[in-house]
DNA sequence: GGAGCGATGTCCT
DNA sequence: GGACATCGCTCCG
Protein backbone atom coordinates (compact mmCIF):
# COMPACT_ATOMS: atom_id res chain seq x y z
CA UNK A 1 0.00 0.00 0.00
CA UNK A 2 1.33 3.20 -0.83
CA UNK A 3 2.07 6.19 1.28
CA UNK A 4 -1.08 8.77 0.92
CA UNK A 5 -0.03 12.31 1.48
CA UNK A 6 -3.15 15.11 1.36
CA UNK A 7 -2.28 17.93 -1.50
CA UNK A 8 -0.45 21.10 0.00
CA UNK A 9 -1.58 24.84 -0.79
CA UNK A 10 1.60 24.95 -2.63
CA UNK A 11 0.29 22.90 -4.98
CA UNK A 12 -2.57 24.69 -5.90
CA UNK A 13 -0.45 27.92 -6.23
CA UNK A 14 -0.43 27.73 -9.91
CA UNK A 15 -1.92 28.58 -13.08
CA UNK A 16 -5.28 26.69 -13.54
CA UNK A 17 -4.49 24.44 -16.44
CA UNK A 18 -1.60 23.22 -14.81
CA UNK A 19 -3.58 22.48 -11.86
CA UNK A 20 -6.24 21.00 -13.84
CA UNK A 21 -3.79 18.11 -15.58
CA UNK A 22 -1.77 17.51 -12.38
CA UNK A 23 -5.03 16.56 -10.27
CA UNK A 24 -5.68 13.62 -13.22
CA UNK A 25 -4.95 10.69 -11.11
CA UNK A 26 -5.37 12.25 -7.32
CA UNK A 27 -7.69 11.12 -5.14
CA UNK A 28 -10.95 13.36 -3.75
CA UNK A 29 -11.76 11.66 -0.16
CA UNK A 30 -14.59 12.92 1.42
CA UNK A 31 -15.07 11.99 5.00
CA UNK A 32 -19.25 11.13 4.86
CA UNK A 33 -21.02 10.03 8.55
CA UNK A 34 -18.16 8.03 9.48
CA UNK A 35 -17.51 6.38 6.43
CA UNK A 36 -14.83 7.36 3.51
CA UNK A 37 -15.89 8.32 -0.14
CA UNK A 38 -12.89 8.36 -2.40
CA UNK A 39 -12.88 8.19 -6.12
CA UNK A 40 -9.68 9.30 -8.25
CA UNK A 41 -10.23 12.25 -10.48
CA UNK A 42 -10.56 11.65 -14.38
CA UNK A 43 -12.03 14.69 -15.94
CA UNK A 44 -10.92 18.02 -15.06
CA UNK A 45 -11.62 21.74 -16.64
CA UNK A 46 -9.77 24.66 -16.12
CA UNK A 47 -11.09 28.56 -15.56
CA UNK A 48 -9.19 31.48 -15.81
CA UNK A 49 -9.97 34.94 -14.04
CA UNK A 50 -10.34 37.90 -15.85
CA UNK A 51 -8.90 37.00 -19.03
CA UNK A 52 -11.41 34.13 -19.56
CA UNK A 53 -14.58 35.30 -20.54
CA UNK A 54 -16.00 31.05 -19.51
CA UNK A 55 -15.06 31.88 -15.99
CA UNK A 56 -17.33 33.08 -13.14
CA UNK A 57 -14.65 35.30 -12.37
CA UNK A 58 -14.50 36.70 -15.54
CA UNK A 59 -16.94 40.34 -14.42
CA UNK A 60 -14.70 40.60 -11.29
CA UNK A 61 -15.49 39.44 -7.49
CA UNK A 62 -18.98 38.90 -6.42
CA UNK A 63 -20.57 37.87 -3.34
CA UNK A 64 -20.98 34.46 -5.13
CA UNK A 65 -17.55 34.14 -6.56
CA UNK A 66 -15.40 35.74 -3.57
CA UNK A 67 -13.63 32.15 -2.84
CA UNK A 68 -11.91 32.29 -6.22
CA UNK A 69 -10.52 35.81 -5.53
CA UNK A 70 -8.88 33.95 -2.15
CA UNK A 71 -6.22 32.30 -1.72
CA UNK A 72 -5.20 28.53 -3.44
CA UNK A 73 -6.78 25.27 -1.75
CA UNK A 74 -9.95 25.97 -1.30
CA UNK A 75 -13.54 24.79 -2.08
CA UNK A 76 -15.66 26.72 -4.80
CA UNK A 77 -18.87 25.00 -4.95
CA UNK A 78 -21.59 26.78 -7.19
CA UNK A 79 -25.93 26.20 -8.06
CA UNK A 80 -26.23 25.51 -11.85
CA UNK A 81 -29.67 25.11 -13.79
CA UNK A 82 -31.68 24.69 -10.71
CA UNK A 83 -30.51 21.65 -9.26
CA UNK A 84 -27.10 20.38 -9.08
CA UNK A 85 -23.95 21.56 -7.47
CA UNK A 86 -20.72 21.64 -9.44
CA UNK A 87 -17.14 21.85 -7.31
CA UNK A 88 -13.89 23.39 -8.05
CA UNK A 89 -10.97 24.31 -6.45
CA UNK A 90 -9.54 27.73 -6.18
CA UNK A 91 -5.89 28.09 -7.25
CA UNK A 92 -3.49 30.96 -8.41
CA UNK A 93 -1.71 33.16 -5.67
CA UNK A 94 -4.19 35.39 -3.87
CA UNK A 95 -6.05 38.21 -5.72
CA UNK A 96 -6.07 36.01 -9.29
CA UNK A 97 -9.13 34.04 -9.58
CA UNK A 98 -7.94 30.88 -11.24
CA UNK A 99 -9.91 27.75 -10.48
CA UNK A 100 -10.13 24.00 -11.69
CA UNK A 101 -14.06 22.17 -12.07
CA UNK A 102 -13.39 18.71 -10.93
CA UNK A 103 -15.94 16.58 -13.58
CA UNK A 104 -15.73 13.00 -13.24
CA UNK A 105 -14.25 10.18 -10.94
CA UNK A 106 -13.67 6.79 -10.74
CA UNK A 107 -15.25 5.62 -7.74
CA UNK A 108 -12.51 3.69 -5.18
CA UNK A 109 -13.99 3.90 -1.66
CA UNK A 110 -17.62 3.79 -0.36
CA UNK A 111 -18.85 2.97 -3.60
CA UNK A 112 -22.19 1.26 -1.55
CA UNK A 113 -22.87 4.81 0.33
CA UNK A 114 -22.21 6.42 -3.42
CA UNK A 115 -24.67 4.93 -5.36
CA UNK A 116 -27.44 5.23 -2.54
CA UNK A 117 -26.59 9.01 -2.50
CA UNK A 118 -27.20 9.30 -6.30
CA UNK A 119 -30.14 7.19 -5.57
CA UNK A 120 -29.17 4.45 -7.99
CA UNK A 121 -29.71 0.73 -7.80
CA UNK A 122 -26.75 -0.55 -5.57
CA UNK A 123 -25.57 -3.51 -7.93
CA UNK A 124 -25.39 -1.63 -11.64
CA UNK A 125 -22.63 0.00 -13.16
CA UNK A 126 -20.51 2.04 -11.34
CA UNK A 127 -19.83 4.30 -14.76
CA UNK A 128 -22.99 7.04 -13.82
CA UNK A 129 -21.62 7.32 -10.24
CA UNK A 130 -19.96 10.65 -10.58
CA UNK A 131 -18.98 10.62 -14.35
CA UNK A 132 -20.32 14.54 -14.69
CA UNK A 133 -19.92 17.53 -12.07
CA UNK A 134 -23.22 17.41 -11.12
CA UNK A 135 -22.97 13.44 -10.25
CA UNK A 136 -19.81 14.19 -8.78
CA UNK A 137 -21.32 16.55 -6.05
CA UNK A 138 -24.57 14.39 -5.24
CA UNK A 139 -22.55 11.00 -4.82
CA UNK A 140 -19.75 13.02 -2.59
CA UNK A 141 -23.27 14.39 -0.81
CA UNK A 142 -21.60 18.09 -1.76
CA UNK A 143 -23.53 21.26 -1.29
CA UNK A 144 -22.83 24.59 -0.97
CA UNK A 145 -24.12 25.54 2.26
CA UNK A 146 -21.42 21.94 3.72
CA UNK A 147 -18.32 22.70 1.48
CA UNK A 148 -18.12 26.20 -0.38
CA UNK A 149 -15.47 28.13 1.31
CA UNK A 150 -13.38 25.26 2.82
CA UNK A 151 -10.13 24.30 2.66
CA UNK A 152 -9.43 20.96 1.41
CA UNK A 153 -5.70 21.19 2.34
CA UNK A 154 -7.03 19.96 6.11
CA UNK A 155 -7.37 16.53 6.61
CA UNK A 156 -10.14 18.49 9.21
CA UNK A 157 -12.14 19.84 6.18
CA UNK A 158 -13.60 16.63 5.72
CA UNK A 159 -12.62 16.79 2.00
CA UNK A 160 -9.11 16.80 0.41
CA UNK A 161 -7.02 14.97 -2.40
CA UNK A 162 -4.35 12.54 -2.16
CA UNK A 163 -2.04 11.71 -3.68
CA UNK A 164 -0.83 8.31 -3.75
CA UNK A 165 1.45 8.10 -6.89
CA UNK A 166 -0.57 6.83 -9.28
CA UNK A 167 0.16 8.75 -12.48
CA UNK A 168 -1.93 8.54 -15.76
CA UNK A 169 -1.12 6.82 -18.58
CA UNK A 170 -2.38 9.28 -21.23
CA UNK A 171 -3.75 12.40 -21.17
CA UNK A 172 -6.12 13.81 -23.62
CA UNK A 173 -6.78 17.69 -23.94
CA UNK A 174 -10.26 18.61 -25.79
CA UNK A 175 -12.23 22.00 -25.24
CA UNK A 176 -14.56 23.04 -22.32
CA UNK A 177 -17.93 21.14 -22.02
CA UNK A 178 -21.00 23.22 -21.98
CA UNK A 179 -20.04 26.77 -22.20
CA UNK A 180 -20.80 29.24 -25.06
CA UNK A 181 -17.85 31.92 -24.34
CA UNK A 182 -14.57 30.48 -25.23
CA UNK A 183 -15.89 27.55 -25.96
CA UNK A 184 -12.73 26.91 -28.34
CA UNK A 185 -10.08 26.62 -25.83
CA UNK A 186 -8.32 23.41 -25.24
CA UNK A 187 -8.66 23.77 -21.25
CA UNK A 188 -10.50 20.25 -20.41
CA UNK A 189 -8.43 17.86 -18.90
CA UNK A 190 -9.09 13.75 -19.29
CA UNK A 191 -7.60 10.71 -18.75
CA UNK A 192 -7.49 8.50 -22.11
CA UNK A 193 -9.16 5.74 -22.21
CA UNK A 194 -11.02 5.78 -19.29
CA UNK A 195 -14.95 4.63 -18.77
CA UNK A 196 -15.89 6.60 -16.16
CA UNK A 197 -15.27 10.19 -18.29
CA UNK A 198 -18.67 12.21 -18.62
CA UNK A 199 -20.31 12.23 -22.05
C1' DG B 1 -26.55 5.66 -29.20
C1' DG B 2 -27.79 10.23 -30.15
C1' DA B 3 -30.73 14.48 -30.58
C1' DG B 4 -34.22 17.12 -28.25
C1' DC B 5 -36.11 19.00 -24.23
C1' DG B 6 -38.01 20.14 -19.64
C1' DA B 7 -37.02 20.85 -14.81
C1' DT B 8 -35.65 24.25 -11.62
C1' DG B 9 -32.97 28.21 -8.22
C1' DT B 10 -29.70 31.81 -8.12
C1' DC B 11 -27.15 35.49 -9.76
C1' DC B 12 -26.29 39.66 -12.26
C1' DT B 13 -27.97 43.22 -15.84
C1' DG C 1 -35.70 38.93 -17.46
C1' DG C 2 -32.27 36.00 -19.23
C1' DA C 3 -28.48 33.10 -18.85
C1' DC C 4 -26.68 29.25 -16.79
C1' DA C 5 -19.35 25.11 -16.20
C1' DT C 6 -26.32 19.72 -15.93
C1' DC C 7 -29.00 15.60 -15.85
C1' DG C 8 -32.21 12.11 -17.08
C1' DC C 9 -36.01 11.18 -19.69
C1' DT C 10 -38.28 10.56 -24.20
C1' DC C 11 -38.39 9.51 -29.00
C1' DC C 12 -36.23 7.96 -33.05
C1' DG C 13 -33.15 5.21 -35.76
Known amino acids: MPR ?11 PPDAVARALLGKLLVRRFERRILAGRIVETEAYFGL ?20 PPGFAYVYFIYGMH ?15 VLLRALEPVEG ?17 LIASG ?47 RKAAERPLRFAMAGSRFVSR
Not at 52 to 57: F, M, R, T, V
Not at 85 to 99: D, T, V
Not at 111 to 127: F, K
Open 4 to 14: RTILSRAFYEH
Open 51 to 70: DDPAAHAFAGKTKRNAVLFG
Open 85 to 99: FCLNISCEPEGQAGC
Open 111 to 127: IAAMTQLRGLAQHGSSR
Open 133 to 179: PGRLCQALGITRETHNGIDVTSSRSGLHIEDDGWLPPEIAVTPRVGI
